[in-house]
Nanobody
Framework: QLRLVESGGGLVQPGGSLRLSCAVF????????IGWVRQAPGQPTETVAC???????TYYTDSVKGRFTMSRDTAKKVYLQISSLDPEDTAVYYC???????????????????WGQGTQVTVSS
């Protein structure tokens, strides 16, 4: 059973930066599409970044392009570097995974099979 554990959230001022981490247990990253999904209060979940299984191509939703960067450094950990933060980026950020399908599909519908517990990001002065 795949298990995902996020860390790195917190309170940050507008314009600031954070790096979120997702540790993966019980599986190998390259076998899964890995997504960073956020849910703001009263809003639906939204995939902001997704790294495809196999070659690791990354995809981003339009609202975060140029500000968010997803990366991985081992077979067991991925990151989301988020910068130029805006109060509208306030949300719970989840790491999610699925062994099937393609990232562009998950940008439209974050129906991943596996989810972490989430980490809160609050952007406020």
């Amino acid at each position: 059973q795949l298990r995902l554990v996020e860390s790195g959230g917190g309170l940050v001022q507008p314009g600031g930066s954070l790096r979120l981490s997702c540790a993966v247990f019980g599986g190998t990253l390259k076998n899964y599409n890995i997504g960073w999904v956020r849910q703001a209060p009263g809003q639906p979940t939204e995939t902001v970044a997704c790294m495809g299984r196999g070659d690791g191509t990354t995809y981003y939703t339009d609202s975060v392009k140029g500000r968010f960067t997803m990366s991985r450094d081992t077979a067991k950990k991925v990151y989301l570097q988020i910068s130029s933060l805006d109060p509208e980026d306030t949300a719970v950020y989840y790491c999610a995974a699925d062994p099937y399908g393609e990232c562009p599909d998950y940008l439209e519908d974050p129906g991943y099979d596996y989810w972490g517990q989430g980490t809160q990001v609050t952007v406020s002065s």
